[in-house]
T-cell receptor
Framework: DGGITQSPKYLFRKEGQNVTLSCEQN?????MYWYRQDPGQGLRLIYY???????QKGDIAEGYSVSREKKESFPLTVTSAQKNPTAFYLC????????????FGQGTRLTVV | GQQVMQIPQYQHVQEGEDFTTYCNSS?????IQWYKQRPGGHPVFLIQ?????EVKKQKRLTFQFGEAKKNSSLHITATQTTDVGTYFC??????????FGTGTSLTVIP
């Protein structure tokens, strides 16, 4: 089945540690995105990539880093510089330019203690 | 910068009542999309509107795109408990990424 997979679903880390969230898609989409969602909040764009080996910062990129070495993979690293990392992280992919729709993974709920 | 606001932020309705959420953009949009996120789930695409004044229906859901292509609405007729969730609109920003609205959380009381 084609789709987009995020792992793990739940992740716990100690404050000060970097953590990498996985996102893999087999939809052959060129564009991939990372969003952050806080309780009762909308989706805020962290990073996006329109093509392999290229990515751009979204609205809230500080404290995060990404790589796009393969078309299928777009991992997100939450660094210790991110002041409030506890959140629900969603990865999405699409055919660029955006549309006709974004396909989302199941999300990773990160808790930093 | 671009802003996409949705109202209301929260809505509680009795089962069988109608529900409407409104999406307003500070800039003209080439298209607008609507997504539904069930509690604990991920956003799922519902529909895309492209033309000025466009109206599309999916069973009890009616989607409209404003004439100026800066606003949109989603109307649900006779809500059911399966309609519970958060509804987001999204439009492409100047960088051609999906830019999501703030969302409307719908609670349906049986």
């Amino acid at each position: 089945d084609g789709g987009i997979t995020q792992s793990p679903k739940y992740l716990f880390r100690k404050e000060g540690q970097n953590v990498t969230l996985s996102c893999e898609q087999n939809l052959n989409h060129d564009a991939m995105y990372w969003y952050r969602q806080d309780p009762g909040q909308g989706l805020r764009l962290i990073y996006y990539s329109q093509i392999v080996n290229d990515f751009q910062k979204g609205d809230i990129a500080e404290g995060y880093s990404v790589s796009r070495e393969k078309k299928e993979s777009f991992p997100l690293t939450v660094t210790s510089a991110q002041k409030n990392p506890t959140a629900f992280y969603l990865c999405a992919s699409s055919i660029p330019p955006p549309g006709p729709e974004a396909f989302f993974g199941q999300g990773t709920r990160l808790t930093v203690v | 910068g671009q802003q996409v606001m949705q109202i209301p932020q929260y809505q509680h309705v009795q089962e069988g009542e109608d529900f409407t959420t409104y999406c307003n953009s500070s800039t003209t949009l080439s298209n607008i999309q609507w997504y539904k996120q069930r509690p604990g789930g991920h956003p799922v695409f519902l529909i895309q509107l492209v033309k000025s004044g466009e109206v599309k229906k999916q069973k009890r859901l009616t989607f409209q795109f404003g004439e100026a292509k800066k606003n949109s609405s989603l109307h649900i007729t006779a809500t059911q408990t399966t309609d519970v969730g958060t509804y987001f609109c999204a439009g492409p920003n100047t960088g051609n990424q999906f830019y999501f609205g703030t969302g409307t959380s719908l609670t349906v009381i049986p």
